[in-house]
């Protein structure tokens, strides 16, 4: 019998925000131990929560973003458990009335694009952070309260390597719109992955077993691709599967049993009263919705059709946002926006990563790249004087023309004064010259390098060439 | 209502308290009072009241995203039986 995979995924995410969820305590990775911490996110006695109005705003947004709709009601549930990095002894989370639902991320997958349903994403608060000793645990709380946003997926994704790449896609989403910094090294992202198998043609679903806190995309992929087979060969062997929830062991590469449904959680959720629902309003709705931006993949699609750039480029620019939409200004009426592409990741790149700038900093028009271009296309001048047209633009923002009229960088491409050049060349080298009439072809890019530097670099590479082999062949 | 000696140990399970027979006989009836106090509440016609989860009239209250002073470190740590290494000491977890 064959088998499928059914797979959902429940990412938690902070948000980026100044403060903490209820309090005003810096929301700050790194912080010496202890110190972001209040009353209200230490949970003691007696303290009353007030949400930040900007983990609202971006909580809308990322709903926006994730193609889900924003209800016009939201509450506040308290989610009751026992934990040291828990201190109030709940979490508040949002239970039956989440702040967005029902939305879907359309991602590169293969060959194609494929899309997964979301079934909400909604606001709650990160626990402390706790360190484990030989015979005790400390607790950190400064990282308790933070706003975390849990975007949990419809059971869509059908493989390992598709959960990969709907999370880095929904990753790219939640950077370009500014709503976290998805940094994983800071803990900023974690992942709890939903995983069944069954028969193919079988409509229900399997028994779920969920891994729980994993904190790598690499990481889903291969405890996702390593639970698929365990479950199979379960079922191969005539096993039965119970619902459990499992750990990866990532330097074992295996799952191990957490523990099964019979002691399984009571949350005792019930709504929160000291939190007051949020009811979004039309002009608040509309106020979000004013910063909704084009998707990465819309933005890499885009970039492909209307500059013609390789997909590898458009990636490139939508990895980078900034250079992007540097990119576009510059390419904008381009007859050549490839070879404009090229400046601005080479060149312009190599240069901003040189100085330490951005391209904020950067002191030429953008359109004069696109400038710069025509100039070598229209063979006003060869693409190595070019180079060095670029370095003085980059360090003067004088524009391409200007330099090159300025330095009299213009490019020789009057056949009489070229001729000069190679006569003389092909006098000063006998040698290279009586090779290449002997068949040696590679003779000749010598002889071209002599006339270039005769010239200072402002010949005409072509007309070099053909007359060269003019000359020597008569 | 369910069977009061299980609802009493579920309780007493989830609250990480352990009770004597004693005490399980008295907070048990007492459990049992208040219960069939609540369900009072059942004799209610509350048909076609919308269920709600405040009876605060209140909605929206925010704040803006400005930091402020947090507690000093040496304040934040005060009322913990133990310390170390700037951090709250607890029992090992292990799950």
């Known amino acids: 019998m064959e088998y499928e995979a059914v797979i959902g995924l429940e990412t938690h995410v902070q948000l980026r925000t100044r403060t903490k969820m209820w309090c005003g305590c810096a929301n700050e990775y790194g912080a010496e131990a202890n110190t972001n911490v209040c009353p209200v996110c230490l949970g003691l006695p007696g303290v009353l929560p007030v949400p930040n109005a900007e983990a609202l705003r971006k909580t809308a947004l990322t709903g926006m973003l994730l193609n889900c709709d924003v209800p016009s009601y939201a509450k506040w549930d308290r989610k009751n458990y026992f934990y040291p990095d828990n201190p109030k002894n709940y979490q508040l989370t949002q239970l039956d009335f989440p702040s967005t639902i029902e939305g879907f991320v359309d991602f590169e997958f293969g060959e194609g694009t494929e899309r997964v349903r979301i079934n909400r994403a909604h606001l709650e608060e990160d626990v402390g952070k706790s360190t484990h000793f030989a015979d005790h645990s400390g607790v950190d709380f400064n990282r308790a309260g933070v706003p975390l946003l849990e975007i949990v997926t419809e059971p869509d994704l059908t493989g390992a390597d598709m959960a990969y790449e709907y999370l880095n896609a929904l990753k790219a989403i939640l950077e370009y719109g500014g709503v976290s910094d998805c940094d994983m090294e800071k803990g900023q992202v974690r992942c709890d992955v939903n995983i069944s198998v069954r028969p193919i043609g079988q409509t229900e679903l399997g028994e779920k077993i969920e891994i729980k806190n994993m904190n790598s995309f690499s990481g889903v992929r291969r405890a996702a691709g390593y639970e698929i087979e365990r479950q199979i060969g379960v079922l191969r062997e005539g096993g039965t599967l119970v619902q459990e929830t499992r750990r990866w062991d990532d330097a074992v590469g295996i799952t191990e049993s957490m523990r099964t449904k019979e002691d399984a959680h009571d949350y005792r959720y019930f709504p929160d009263p000291d939190l007051m629902p949020h009811t979004p309003s039309e002009e608040w709705l509309a106020e979000v919705r004013a910063s909704v931006m084009e998707l990465p993949l819309a933005r890499k699609r885009r970039l492909m059709a209307d500059f013609q750039l390789p997909a590898s480029d458009a990636e490139v620019f939508v990895g980078d946002a900034a250079l992007g939409d540097y990119f576009e200004v510059a390419a904008n009426g381009a007859k050549n926006p490839k070879a404009v592409a090229n400046w601005v990741m080479n060149n312009l790149q190599a240069k901003l990563v040189e100085t330490g700038g951005s391209v904020a900093d950067v002191k030429f028009e953008a359109s004069a790249i696109g400038e710069l271009v025509g100039l070598i296309e229209g063979g006003q001048i060869n693409s190595k004087i070019a180079q060095d047209v670029f370095v003085k633009m980059f360090e003067s923002g004088k524009s391409p023309a200007a330099i090159v009229e300025e330095k009299g960088l213009s490019q020789v491409s009057d056949s009489g004064e070229l001729e000069a050049f190679c006569n003389e060349a092909i006098e000063a080298n006998p040698g290279p010259a009586e090779d290449f009439r002997n068949g040696k072809e590679t003779a000749l890019n010598f002889l071209k390098g002599q006339v270039m530097k005769a010239s200072r670099g402002k010949a005409n590479p072509q007309m070099v060439g053909e007359l060269l082999k003019n000359i020597l062949g008569s | ?95």
């Open chain 2, 1 to 95: 209502m369910g069977n009061m000696r299980e609802d009493l140990q579920h309780a007493v399970k989830l609250a990480r308290i352990e009770l004597t027979a004693e005490e399980e006989a008295r907070l048990g009836s007492q459990l049992g009072d208040i219960l069939k106090y609540v369900d009072k509440l059942n004799e209610l016609d509350v048909e076609g009241v919308e269920p709600t989860a405040h009876a605060v009239p209140l909605t929206n209250v925010l704040r803006e995203d400005e930091p402020r002073e947090s507690i000093s470190h040496e304040a934040a740590m005060r009322n913990a039986p133990k310390t170390a290494n700037g951090l709250f000491i607890v029992p090992k977890i292990v799950e």
